[in-house]
């Protein structure tokens, strides 16, 4: 299951079960299968109603602080947005928090992952076809679009879509009508679209690999997660988030950290994010024996601190790390291998020269 249905599990929604969706997670594998996900039911439960609206971005930082704030304010417009920010920070989540804090929290959030639809199934995918328009076509779909109809469509990974799928995206948005594959009149569809993406649009777009004007009409909006490396005072919080999940979906106890623990995490680089950080912790809850997760649980390259920064204490977490400190300490570590650490933030390589210009580095730091 991915990501972001286990999000969505735990933000109290479910998946729908319709039945023009059967056959199409069947083609499509993994984190590029359809996830329709509708509200349950809450009627006269008022009380309920408005716990949903809290954010589900987890995290103590000023970064997240202002996040919280900004998607907050965001989600009270229908515009268009594009979250950015290294792979695992927690883009889904945000795309989550932004159509669960709307006006169409109501209706359904499609998400659909870009990178994994190749061309010739792209047209099919997001604006549906006919019965009998193609061979296989034994029943007619409606296509993402119309199944987001009056909600959100979650575009994942949208600069990994090709020159041809950008194309035909720009058109159906600024039509707000598509032509399902066999039919011969339009049909309009009703959504607010949410994009995410690890790569610089801005660069995609100087380099020609990205349509100009596909990007404005995104980005009416932007949302940038920095890697949990940059929010350091996060980490324990998640951590905490984390476990609380292992917690409800396993059957072990309450789950605590020793200061050693916690001093580890704090400590480690994360160049996977908070995806990394999940994926350490559902290990170390389910390795503790005592209900108290030790240094001895986690991951050898997490309790070693293998590619991590200088240690710091618990106690001195919140203190922020600057982007010039995270640059010096990142190329150190890959022991001045700026490609490399350019991919531990989650940058291009020339996202990484430009910051270092900007910042006044040499390319000798």
């Not at 589900?56 to 602080?65: F, L, V, W």
Request: aromatic share 6%; proline share 4%; net charge neutral.
């Amino acid at each position: 299951m991915s990501h972001l249905s286990a999000v969505v599990r735990q933000a109290g929604f479910r998946i729908a079960s319709i039945d023009t969706l059967r056959g199409v997670e069947d083609r499509l594998a993994g984190d590029a299968k359809v996830l329709v996900l509708c509200r349950e039911a809450a009627a006269g439960d008022s009380h309920a109603v408005e716990d949903r609206r809290q954010s589900r971005i987890i995290g103590e930082s000023e970064h997240i602080q202002t996040i919280r704030d900004h998607v907050g304010s965001l989600a009270r417009f229908g515009v268009t947005t594009v979250i950015t920010g290294p792979t695992g920070c927690g883009k889904e989540v945000v795309a989550l928090d932004l159509h669960d804090r709307s006006l169409r929290r109501t209706g359904p959030l499609v998400a659909l992952n870009c990178a994994a639809i190749p061309d010739e199934l792209l047209e099919g995918e997001l604006f549906g076809y006919e019965k009998g328009a193609f061979t296989g076509a034994t029943r007619s779909y409606p296509g993402k679009l119309k199944l987001a109809d009056g909600g959100t469509l979650f575009l994942d990974e949208i600069g990994e879509l090709s020159p041809l799928g950008q194309a035909k995206l720009l058109r159906a948005i600024d039509t707000g009508s598509v032509y399902r594959l066999g039919a011969r009149d339009p049909t309009s569809f009703d959504v607010r679209i949410i994009a995410a993406t690890n790569r610089d649009l801005a660069e995609e777009v100087s380099a020609g690999r990205f349509r100009s004007d596909l990007y404005y009409r995104l980005a009416v909006a932007q949302v940038e997660l920095w890697p949990l490396s940059r929010r350091r005072s996060d980490i324990l919080p998640l951590a905490r988030h984390f476990a609380h999940q292992v917690e409800t979906s396993h059957p072990v106890g309450p789950l605590q950290f020793s200061e050693a623990a916690q001093c580890a995490l704090v400590s480690y680089f994360w160049p996977g994010n908070a995806r990394e950080l999940r994926n350490c912790i559902e290990l170390a809850g389910l390795s503790s024996t005592d209900g108290v997760i030790d240094v001895g649980d986690l991951p050898r390259h997490v309790s070693g601190m293998q590619g991590a920064i200088a240690p710091r204490r618990v106690g001195e977490v919140a203190a922020p790390v600057t982007e010039t400190e995270l640059i010096r300490e990142t190329i150190r570590g890959c022991e001045g291998n700026k490609s490399e650490a350019a991919k531990l933030l989650g940058w291009s390589r020339m996202t990484l020269y430009r910051k270092m210009a900007r910042l006044g580095l040499s390319e000798d730091v």
